[in-house]
């Protein structure tokens, strides 16, 4: 009840603020009110017989400071309310208060730190120079350019660490390397977008990997009525010829698969089909034996024409050179369908990249690999030929071209006017004039060695994304050029950033992209940072598709561990179910639950409670619902909320949290603590013998819960396992790849309770959902963590805090939705200003040398 | 000298498109002119780190005997063609030992430190790339950091630190790690530019124009550093670093235009199977070497904590998970499977290195090669004995054929100094060296 009333008050006082940037808040005080009769006893009865100023335990000494005054410790008293919050503190085994007392403690520290940020808020200081990631690179580069060209696997990787992003400025860094690729991507890119032709042609594989089942339509791209292959989006940058070759994948003889029996391979281009292929049943000769293993066993092996067509004929000639036309489009390549099942008793796929035998000659025959090759022959496939070799019209050239010279006496100004509009847009604010200098030199020259106008503006724009002002964001203090020269006191004051700065950071934050015109012009007229725009703005780029693609593929996959999927091993042995196919599927239901959730504007809640999810036949029957039916992922009700819903019961969560050949508690309850609760967890400390105890061999196997019992018993275990453990223990009911199970893998029925420190029991899944639901400001309090430092691109300090808080309590009354989280973040002063320079301890900068 | 024009040498394609490697009689058949006129006047001593994760079977390393009288272990049974050319160095400690990031962050910077949170990156210089800063006078690639993995994806790095520590054995300063390359185009690249090809005509073209971008962006960063203050200043340093590097490269690359590159198509991008991968990675690494493009390369076969599994030998289980065998005898065995199989692949890229005539002997004559991993037993995450070995003639500073045991703990940073000195270029200290290491060196060379 008094829970309530609190929360009702903070409403009260906060409802008030919302839709100004005002940070201060009078019902605050009432609250403070119960400080001294709460903290000072508390602390007396649970903390300071360790954390005093002799024992110093855990390097605290809570005795010394003042519990009534915690703003002015705030970084220790943070600690102290994490600890209350996830109710760590006191460790086991020794007198522990309440839930309620817990709750009314935090509240009374945490309302006297707020009252003191609300009144001078500390925005801290964000690196002066922010590098682009890669993934916001190319996605500036599609903006830029209307060009698909995915820059990521060109780059350097980008520093990031376990529960962190790869877009904190303080940790990208930028090394020779570095420069190297973007000069060559720069070169990639802007011909590309230009249309002129590469220096050679080139070759490019994609791989299908063995263990995806290519039985069933594989992509929304790819017709109805068909089955395997692959569907590529591929960008040809000029007007010309190109090849097209399809290989088909082969088992580990090398033997071709599916080739007893005919079967019709398309080649499509944007859905057209451009040639039909029959590949199979054209095999001669007496077949080697089905149970043949390979060249060390003589006399097994086909006849020699058997062999040839198997391994080397099968699939020759499977190729097409057509002339295909500058942009972005589709390759397809695909079976038709047949109505026709392979029979056989299921079987596992094989470790590795190995396929069972049988699925060798009857079986289907899979696409192994497509190449796209060229340009060969370059020139328009219709008409006459192109004057530069080059593109006839594409979306980049409309979106670059925004006038064409029609004499060489216009070159100039009309190169001005496409350089100054480009060089805007990626340096997200108006080029100087030196800058626009720059650009036009470069036009020149390109214009004198490339001979053409096109030439020209590639060289600039080849410029353009090698300078630092595309490539780094960068915030500069108004006032250091009089620091420097002594004028002005370097002070710690923040100062509210530009519009143009704004605009960026709302770009980066919510598309991981530059700015568009409007935020651009709004900037402009500095009209973008009044609150009322800047909330109508936040809403009109959240209703952009751009913003659940970026936020789920930036946000989102980095928060619950989804780009870690590719490297999930798993022991087929052990789960014959498994196939590589289940894991894009894991990827791709989160994924969609996630957008979807983002999309409709749902509470961050239903990210752990909801009562749909998104799947295919294949996810459907993993999870135990009927009636799904075919590849396409859908939007589809459970039927079974007491083992799905939510995240937690996500394949993707469970199977990253898996070792390849059973479930780990360990790396479960991790997971949770750090991404759902929100509490991030040391390592073991260095000398601890982390072996658990040996499985011996002739006793009956010991059950994962069994074993971990030692994390309990081994104090320099407990005081995190016992936190972390029961946590995992909640889940122990899916197994390694998420699927629901009765049995563990020891056999015994799975045990899915758990105590937590403070003595609640948890039962299975729904018991920890309920329990995460059960303090709903926690919850959103994790997610605007993670967002708040993803939207700053820094790490959250212990000064962030109460920014949170503010911004949780702000969403409670519109049931912590995703707008209202992601605009709060947006109006806190964190977002908006900057902390001052601060006076520096040495002059001299850098590394030593 | 008008005839070392470079026409000497067939040209010839020896690097294909994807997963193609080059033959090795070819290779021999491609010495560039222009390199073995200087090599022949004093060949180049280089350096190889080659780094294998997740700690060794250390029962199935170890070799018995000491001394020059030693046995070769199960794991180190294929470096048998080089045992003359190999020394097994036992007793030497991690010196920063802090669960997985310990392993490779202090594996040549013989750092004791870390960071304390995701975005504080700490460790120090790292020994390649002291010695790149001095190599960098002669040849136009100071140093090459590669990998086999994909960049970075956080969800598998050491608690709450940057994957830097885990992905990169490469620091050129106490803050800057060196992103490792796996992309061999990229590789390609760097070696031989981005022209499309390593014919002269096209590359020079290419080199001319990069020249001018060059310039120009030092400009704009000029213009920038005077817009910033103080530590504000230090990624705009690091950028304008990155431009004086390429700068001194295309000064050297028009230096030194009489090297002729060995004709070949660049490689289009990342083999799908990894041994195809590998091949092409270690074919660029000779290549690199042969044609002293550089002289310091830094090399993980699978980044710390790696999960690779192997399947082409039998071992279907992902690596870091496997290499917590909990000291089970069993899957320790298992495991072994994975540090031979490393050897293995090591000892063929040897026998290349040998097969390559560098100045009066081999490419391995004139490299000191250092192998193994900053962890011994990854289920402890023990820093104690190190796997570590050494191979090459080391220009004649190294004996090989000998199993050296160090009796006084010392750590990995003293290895490191003490390898300083034999590559002449003798440093006071490196991360927390305290001292130098017996190594004999081949008498009257």
């Not at chain 1, 070759?203 to 069933?216: C, G, N, R, S, Y």
């Not at chain 1, 390694?736 to 899915?752: F, M, Y």
């Not at chain 2, 020079?204 to 817009?227: F, P, Y």
């Amino acid at each position: 009840m008094r829970r309530a009333l609190l929360l009702a008050l903070l409403l009260l006082g906060w409802g008030a603020a919302t839709g100004s940037i005002v940070y201060t808040s009078a019902s605050q005080s009432d609250l403070a009110l119960s400080h001294p009769r709460t903290v000072a006893p508390f602390l007396e009865q649970y903390c300071v017989t360790c954390h005093n100023q002799k024992l110093k335990t855990a390097g605290l000494a809570l005795d010394t400071l003042d519990a009534t005054k915690p703003q002015a410790n705030a970084e220790t008293w943070e600690r102290v309310i994490g600890k209350l919050r996830a109710r760590s503190m006191p460790p086991p085994g020794r007198p522990r208060p309440d839930a309620e007392t817990y709750r009314a403690v935090a509240t009374a520290l945490e309302t006297e730190i707020d009252r003191a940020w609300a009144a001078s808020p500390n925005p801290g200081r964000i690196a002066a120079v922010h590098r682009l990631n890669r993934t916001e690179y190319t996605n500036a580069v599609r903006d830029l350019f209307a060009l698909d060209f995915d820059a990521r696997p060109l780059l350097p990787g980008d520093e990031t660490a376990d529960g962190s992003f790869d877009n904190l400025a303080d940790a990208l860094s930028i090394s020779t390397a570095h420069l190297e690729r973007y000069m060559s991507v720069a070169r990639q890119v802007s011909r590309l977008a230009m249309g002129l032709p590469p220096a050679s042609p080139r070759l490019e594989t994609f791989e299908i990997p063995i263990h995806v089942i290519q039985e069933d339509r594989q992509s929304e791209q790819l017709p109805f009525g068909s089955r395997g292959g692959i569907a590529i989006p591929y960008t040809f940058s000029v007007d010309g010829e190109y090849l097209i070759r399809v290989r088909l994948q082969r088992q580990y003889q090398d033997y071709l698969k599916g080739m007893g029996w005919p079967q019709q391979l398309d080649v499509r281009l944007d859905g057209k089909l451009i040639k039909r292929f029959t590949v199979g049943g054209n095999a001669k000769g007496r077949p080697a034996a089905l149970s043949y293993a390979g060249d060390g066993e003589p006399g097994f092996a086909g006849d020699p024409e058997w062999e040839k067509y198997m391994q080397v004929t099968g699939d020759a000639g499977l190729e097409v050179r057509v002339p295909i036309q500058a942009g972005s489009r589709v390759v397809g390549v695909s079976f038709v369908r047949e109505l026709w099942e392979p029979e056989g008793l299921p079987h596992p796929p094989q470790r590795g990249r190995t396929i069972a035998n049988d699925n060798t000659y009857m079986g289907y025959a899979n696409v192994g690999s497509v190449e796209i090759g060229g340009p060969y022959k370059t020139g328009g496939p219709k008409g006459p030929p192109l004057r530069d070799g080059g593109a006839h019209d594409t979306p980049s050239r409309r979106a670059i071209l925004t006038c064409r010279p029609r004499s060489r006496a216009e070159e100039a100004s009309c190169a001005t006017t496409i350089l100054s509009r480009v060089a805007r847009r990626a340096y997200r604010r108006p080029a100087t004039s030196a800058e626009l200098k720059t650009l036009l030199e470069f036009f020149a020259r390109g214009r004198r060695t490339g001979g053409t106008f096109d030439a020209g503006i590639q060289l600039a724009l080849e410029r353009v994304l090698v300078d630092p002002g595309f490539l780094l964001r960068v915030y500069r203090d108004p006032s250091t050029r009089a620091a420097r020269s002594g004028q002005a006191p370097s002070t710690g004051t923040p100062r509210r950033l530009s519009d143009l700065e704004v605009a960026s950071r709302l770009s980066f934050f919510l598309w991981s992209s530059i700015p568009d015109e409007r935020l651009l012009d709004l900037a402009d007229r500095t009209q973008l940072t009044t609150p009322a725009t800047l909330e109508r703005e936040v809403r009109r780029m959240l209703a952009d598709p751009r913003a659940a693609g970026a936020l789920v593929d930036g946000f989102a996959a980095q928060w619950l561990n989804l780009r870690r999927l590719a490297d999930v091993v798993v022991d087929p042995d052990r789960y014959p179910t498994y196939d590589e196919s289940l894991l894009q599927a894991f990827e791709q239901e989160t994924k969609m639950f996630v957008a979807d959730t983002l999309r409709e504007n749902l509470s961050v809640l239903d990210l752990l409670d909801a009562d749909y999810t998104f799947a295919n036949e294949r996810l459907a029957r993993h999870y135990g619902i009927p009636g799904v039916y075919g590849s396409r992922f859908r939007r589809v009700m459970l039927p079974n909320h007491e083992q799905r819903g939510g995240l937690l019961a996500h394949g993707s969560l469970l199977a990253t949290t898996s070792y390849p050949d059973r479930t780990s508690p360990v790396l479960r309850g991790k997971f949770l603590l750090n991404n759902i609760l929100g509490l991030p967890t040391p390592p073991p400390p260095p000398g601890v013998d982390t072996n658990l105890a040996e499985i011996k061999p002739d006793a009956p196997p010991p059950t994962i819960r069994e074993r971990l019992a030692q994390h309990r018993t081994n104090p320099s275990c407990a005081s995190c396992h016992s936190v972390i453990d029961p946590l995992g223990f909640a889940l122990e009911q899916f197994d390694a790849i998420g699927a629901w199970r009765t049995s563990d893998e020891t056999g015994k029925p799975v045990d899915a309770r758990a105590t937590t420190l403070d003595g609640t029991t948890l039962d299975g899944m729904t018991g920890l959902r309920s329990r995460l639901l059960e303090d709903p400001e926690q919850f959103p309090r994790t997610v605007t963590e993670k967002l708040f430092a993803y939207a700053l691109g820094r790490r959250l300090e212990y000064f962030d805090r109460p920014a949170v808080r503010m911004i949780v309590r702000d969403a409670a009354s519109s049931r912590y939705s995703w707008s209202s989280l992601i605009v709060g973040i947006v109006k806190s002063p964190a977002f908006l200003t900057r902390e001052g320079r601060r006076a520096e301890a040495s002059a001299s900068a850098g590394e030593p040398r | 000298m008008t005839f070392l024009t470079g026409r000497s040498l067939p040209r010839r394609t020896v690097l294909r498109g994807l997963g193609v490697t080059m033959a090795l009689p070819l290779l021999e058949a491609m010495t560039p002119a222009g390199r073995s006129a200087r090599a022949a006047a004093r060949p180049a001593h280089r350096f190889l780190a080659f780094y294998v994760p997740n700690g060794m079977a250390m029962e199935y390393w170890a070799p018995k005997g000491e001394g020059t009288s030693f046995e070769l272990s199960p794991i180190l049974e294929p470096m048998a063609p080089f045992k003359n050319q190999m020394l097994v160095l036992t007793g030497i400690n991690a010196s920063w030992n802090y669960i997985h990031a310990g392993a490779s962050g202090s594996f040549l910077t013989g750092t004791t430190r870390g960071g304390r949170n995701e975005v504080e990156i700490l460790a120090d210089v790292s020994m390649d790339q002291l010695l790149a800063r001095h190599f960098a006078r002669d040849t136009q690639v100071a140093s090459l950091e590669l990998a086999m993995d994909a960049p970075a994806n956080a969800g598998a790095c050491t608690g709450i630190l940057s994957c830097a520590y885990t992905h990169t054995i490469s620091w050129r300063s106490p803050t800057q790690p060196l992103p490792m390359e796996y992309n061999p185009r990229a590789v390609f690249e760097r070696l031989f530019g981005d022209s499309g090809s390593t014919g002269r005509k096209a590359r020079e073209a290419r080199l001319a124009e990069q020249k001018s971008l060059l310039d120009s962006v030092n400009d704009s960063l000029a213009r920038l550093t005077r817009e910033l203050g103080g530590n504000d200043r230090t990624k705009v340093e690091q950028y304008t670093e990155a431009v004086r590097d390429i700068e001194r490269r295309i000064q050297k690359a028009e230096e030194q235009r009489d090297v002729e590159l060995p004709t070949l198509d660049q490689p289009q991008g990342v083999p799908p199977v990894f041994e195809d991968h590998l091949a092409l990675m270690l074919d660029l690494q000779l290549l690199a070497f042969q044609s002293d493009l550089t002289r310091v390369i830094t090399f993980m076969i699978g980044k710390e904590q790696s999960a690779r599994p192997y399947p082409q030998i039998g071992v279907a289980e992902a690596h870091h998970p496997l290499s917590h065998h909990n000291d089970v005898p069993e899957i320790i065995a298992h495991m072994s499977k994975i540090n031979r199989y490393h050897m293995e692949l090591f000892a063929k890229y040897l026998a290349k290195l040998r097969a390559t005539p560098d100045g009066d002997g081999s490419l391995l004559d004139h490299m000191t090669i250092m192998y193994g991993s900053g962890i011994s037993n990854s289920t402890r995450h023990s820093g104690v004995n190190l796997p570590l070995m050494l191979a090459g003639g080391g220009a004649g500073t190294l004996r090989g054929g000998q199993h050296v045991k160090y009796s006084d703990k010392p750590t990995i940073a003293n290895l490191l100094v003490t390898l300083m000195d034999k590559l002449g270029v003798p440093v006071e200290k490196i991360g927390g060296s305290t001292g130098k290491l017996p190594i004999e060196t081949v008498a009257g060379v």
